[in-house]
């Protein structure tokens, strides 16, 4: 399994797409922080990026990477070893570098300029959330056979959890607005990673509004320390649950 | 040279008393009662359990090393009746509780010219209560309480009915309000420091021509409010970490001709609300990383916001209507993406401090979950391009390009 994951990483970590996403969060993340005299300012700009640019590399470079290595992964299966350990090395490598690529990009000059409980949040984050779109990028995979279809999967996917999941949630909260929504809202934002990172990251960001009106239950479930380790881990559960899907649908797929 | 010959003789006839524990002059009670006008009693170090100690002629009353006023928990502790006292250096604690009398540690009632200076109260229902009282000062004393909920406690710095008082460089912390005014004229409030109180740091109503300088406002339960008066001047305050639902830095209601200048306004849940003002004028402030800087009701009139910084706040200004009769001119907003091609430092498109998604959360709070989501971007992005939801007459026509220093 070392083996493959090290083979899996340093293939990745050469790749000239990875290299390229690596330059270009560097370059957007330096020009922000250059550009905004206020780093606070220049953490907002990068809100976005975190959010949204992000979550779209990761899944669509990890199912078209899966697609592309379906040789090789043919050529392994083949070999004594077990799917399990093949398909949790791909997924290894795949995150692991596309973690790299975000901490150099990203990570670093937030560090540099930022080093703030909001830039430590927002980097944490964007791990985070790399990871859970790389396990729902393999779980799209390996459900389509075909590779226009699985893109087409997983950009679907993308634009759910960042744009139409919260156009239903906000339909929804305003065809329930004579109804108390504190709580379902909680859990609403708890079916998307995206929503809760963001989440996690407003608390840092924009404390001082949220413990407005809404405080009952940014107080209560957010903003406290079990509150917090449980949306983390949430977000772990997020990560975890798709792949471990993915091994199933794996150790089963007659390739 | 008349007023200078009466100080001099009244000085040349005036006493000295010394009260001190364990000797024959050991109640300062005692001591009040013997003395002539003019005299001054020194009291000691140690602790003193009396009655109310009533102060009913001019004297100058000083505590000499710290010495404690204890009212154990049953009554008032002081109360001066007479005009021209001066109390120095006292500790003054434990005063009684009462749900239905004002219960205060030092109480002036129809003086003038007392001044009350460099004392430290702990543990006291009202701090320091003046009724009726005219051209007092009130400096550099430390009150301290702890104050659970609004029923149970009571005021830090309490007038009524009083007029050219001077309150300087107290600091007030665990009361119900810090400052509490009402009906008080011609008054100053200058460098105080009024923290952790469980309501208001400073509240007053009905009263007018009345300054407030270089206070500092930190943490209190709903920040400042400032009620029913007019001709009120708020300058060089600091508004700190009010935070809450119901929360502002200041909350002003009903007030007009005034001015509120160079004050900053850091990490507010709301910086200034605004409801049925008129003519104020709000000026050089620097309103920083707050939820919401500026809320202004449509029931406000005739209100000039110029030349203020807005930096780093969730939304810069919210409203409830799109009647605006107010006038925002020349302020920086950090949030402003315009441009300015003759470099005058103007940009050259007007800015609407009123985003979209601030309407949305005025109107249904719950969607602050939603907050700097894509979607709630591209809402924002759509209604700056073609605006029908946020007042179109609320906008800066000169918005700065660089924050004033």
Redesign the interface.
Known sequence: MKKIIKYVLLDLLRNRIIIAFTVFLAVISFSVFNLED?P??GI?SL??LV??IVPLVSIVFSTIYVYNAAEFIELLVSQPLRRVNIWLSIFTGLASSMCVAFLVGCGLPVLIYAPTDVGLMMTAMGLLLTIVFVSIALLASVLTRDKAKGIGVAILLWFYF??IF??I??FL??QF?DYP??KP?VV??CLNP??LA??LI?LK???????????A?FSNFFGNQWGMAATVLIMIAWAFTPLWWSVRKFNRKDL | MLISLVVFTITAHAKTWIVRPATPLQKLQEAINNAMPGDTIIVEHGVYREPTIVVNKPLYIKGVGCPVLDGQKKNEIMVIKSSHVVIEGFSVQHSGYSGYNDIAAIRIVNSRNVTIRNNKLDDTFFGIYSQHAVSCTIANNELRSNAINEVTSANGIHCWKSDSMQIMNNTITGHRDGIYFEFVTHSTIKNNVSTGNVRYGLHFMFSNDDAYVGNQFRNNGAGVAVMFSKGVTMVQNIFFEN???A?YGILLKEISDSRIQHNRFV????GIYMEGTNRINVTQNVFY????ALKIQASCNDNTITQNNF??N??DVATNGTLVLNTFNSNYW?KYEGYDLNHDGVGDVPYRPVSVYAMI?E????????????????LDKAEKTIPGFIPENLKDDQPRMKAFK
């Open positions: 206020n606070s300012k907002l809100l976005n959010l949204i960042t744009l919260d156009g949630v906000l909260l305003f607005m929504m504190e809202m609403f934002s995206v929503d963001r989440i407003l960001l924009d404390i001082s509004a949220l413990m407005g009106a809404t405080s239950i | 935070w809450g639902s929360a990490r507010n849940t709301t990383n707050n939820g919401w930096q780093a969730s939304f950090d959360a109107r249904n709070p719950v969607t602050m979950m939603l907050f700097r989501s894509f979607i709630a971007s591209l």
